[in-house]
């Protein structure tokens, strides 16, 4: 027996997902489905698989799952949630310019800039919240050596790690070293930062995805790196491999605000065995 599930795929500055609305289309084995789906090869091709939930609280509009390409669960990802804000509304599953969003980081406030004139999302700007220099459930001593970098929790962990030159680090590398940091018990998110004139360039390797042409969090997380070690204000251009995203941290607020676009790629039907 099998059924055909409905999917759309979107991107975020190159940070690509499978999204299913999971009202419609349940899925019983999520992380098996994002391991396979997410094959480049021989499955649709992502970095993950993304359920959109309908509303079980008065308190949130939707909820958000995350499943990285190797079936783990992500507590959060800032440009799923743009997207999400671009296809529930596009979609007509609601008619709401603010969205409150459930993930497993918490709830996430979602303000789309809507283009009056064709009614398309242009862009999202998301409340990433509050960011946390200390998780000690993430962070434990170790003796090897770890090179010199910020620990920044978005709901997810970061390390961020400024160079001189950017084109000289090998991202699969060194990543995939640091991701399984014994520092890092749970592993971590890692990105490589460079200062330039027009922003700040950054690089990102994802726990449990690898290489990524973007990461919201990780972009938020390498604002924050970038203002505490002195490095720029608390606006910051983030550069990466598939576009840009600017993030602001309020002060008055203690909170970081992140906006960037989010686009359509295609729809399609895959054939799911029961």
Not at 79 to 91: D, F, L, Q
């Amino acid at each position: 027996m099998s059924h055909t599930i409905r999917f759309t795929k979107m991107h975020g500055c190159g940070n690509d997902y499978i999204y299913v609305d999971a009202s419609r289309y349940p899925i019983a084995d999520p992380v098996a489905a994002a391991v396979a789906w997410s094959d480049r090869h021989k499955g649709i091709g992502s970095d993950g698989l993304v359920l959109i939930e309908r509303s079980t609280s008065p308190e949130v509009d939707f909820g958000m799952r995350i499943f990285n390409a190797d079936g783990s669960e992500a507590m959060m990802c800032g440009n799923a949630s743009r997207c999400i804000g671009k296809y529930v509304y596009e979609r007509g599953l609601t008619s709401q310019k603010y969205i409150r969003l459930q993930t497993r980081s918490g709830i996430k406030e979602l303000q789309l800039q809507v283009d009056p004139s064709t009614h398309k999302v242009e862009s999202v700007t998301v409340d990433m919240g509050t960011p946390s220099l200390k998780n000690e459930k993430q962070f434990t001593p170790s003796e090897e050596p770890l090179p010199d970098g910020t620990f920044v929790c978005m709901g997810n962990p970061h390390y961020v790690v400024f160079v001189e030159d950017i084109s000289a680090i090998d991202i699969a590398t060194e990543g995939s070293r640091l991701e399984h940091h014994p520092c890092f018990p749970e592993r971590c998110n890692i990105e490589f930062a460079e200062m330039r004139p027009g922003g700040i360039r950054m690089r990102v390797w994802e726990r449990g995805s690898g290489i990524t042409m973007a990461c919201g969090t990780g972009a938020c997380a390498t604002a924050v790196a970038a203002y505490i070690t002195g490095r720029s204000g608390r606006c910051s251009h983030i550069i990466m491999d598939g576009g840009a995203l600017d993030i602001e941290w309020k002060w008055f607020e203690d909170t970081i605000y992140m906006t960037g676009p989010a686009e359509f790629v295609f729809e399609g039907e895959i054939e799911v065995r029961k």
